[in-house]
């Protein structure tokens, strides 16, 4: 099936470091989403990307649809102890009509204080 | 505001019997509603895509006879795990489009069959 290389795997930095994440494919997507999920809890949105190049911050965060339509990126400045979880990146494809949303694997951050 | 809710948080059952959830759509109505299912440190993998008054559309590999969907209304949503097994234990996430490319996701059902 189609897949969204999501990278890094995990990561552990001080508390006021920025992070960056990103998800690739070989497939041109027509959305871009990024998702935070704490433990026990389900998914929450925090960047929603429709148009390629669009750059779209939510306080701390910055995401961007990427040019050639096939990756995307989040920023996460200044990070801080409740940055902590894990990050998800998902997709809807172009040849898609259906709302169906394909995951990347998952960046889980960890923040030391 | 895009608030969807689960019933229950968590669910123990014993091997053999069925377990109900359900998914709200709280301030919205949804189009579409989508049923993940979620294992340890790994992705969401989608089982099923229902809409509302038709029947749901699973992905390959997801027993539908297994997992029953039931979408009555634009902001009810049910999924029973028919004859649980200790298999069918996981996390079980819903989540709830309004028309555009978004899905709000439900706080999820933790399932455990003995």
């Known amino acids: 099936g189609q897949q969204l290389n999501q990278s890094p795997q995990s990561m552990f930095i001080q508390e006021g470091e920025d992070v960056s994440m990103n998800c690739t494919s070989s497939s041109i997507f027509n959305t871009w989403l990024w998702y935070k999920q704490d433990p026990g809890e389900g998914p929450v949105l925090l960047i929603a990307l429709y148009k390629a190049g669009e750059l779209t911050s939510n306080g701390r965060l910055t995401a961007q649809f990427g040019i050639t339509r096939k990756d995307s990126f989040l920023n996460i400045s200044a990070s801080i102890p409740s940055d902590v979880g894990i990050y998800f990146c998902a997709g809807q494809l172009r040849s898609s009509n259906t709302g169906k949303l394909i995951f990347g694997q998952g960046t889980t951050l960890q923040v030391k204080p | 505001g895009a608030v969807v809710s689960q019933h229950p948080s968590r669910v123990i059952c014993k091997s053999g019997t069925s377990v109900k959830i359900e998914c709200r759509s709280l301030?919205?109505?949804?189009?579409?509603m989508f049923w993940y299912r979620q294992f340890p440190k790994q992705s969401l993998m989608l089982m099923a895509t229902?809409?509302?008054?038709?029947?749901?559309?699973?992905e390959q590999g997801v027993e539908k006879d297994k997992f029953l969907i039931n979408h009555a209304s634009l902001t009810l949503s049910t999924l029973t795990v028919t004859s649980a097994h200790p298999e069918d234990s996981s996390f079980y996430i819903c989540?709830?489009?309004?028309?555009?490319?978004?899905?709000?996701f439900g706080p999820g059902t933790r399932l455990t069959v003995t």
């Open positions: 989540s709830a489009s309004k028309g555009r490319y978004e899905q709000y």
């Open positions: 229902s809409n509302e008054g038709s029947k749901a559309t699973y």
């Open positions: 301030d919205f109505q949804a189009t579409t």
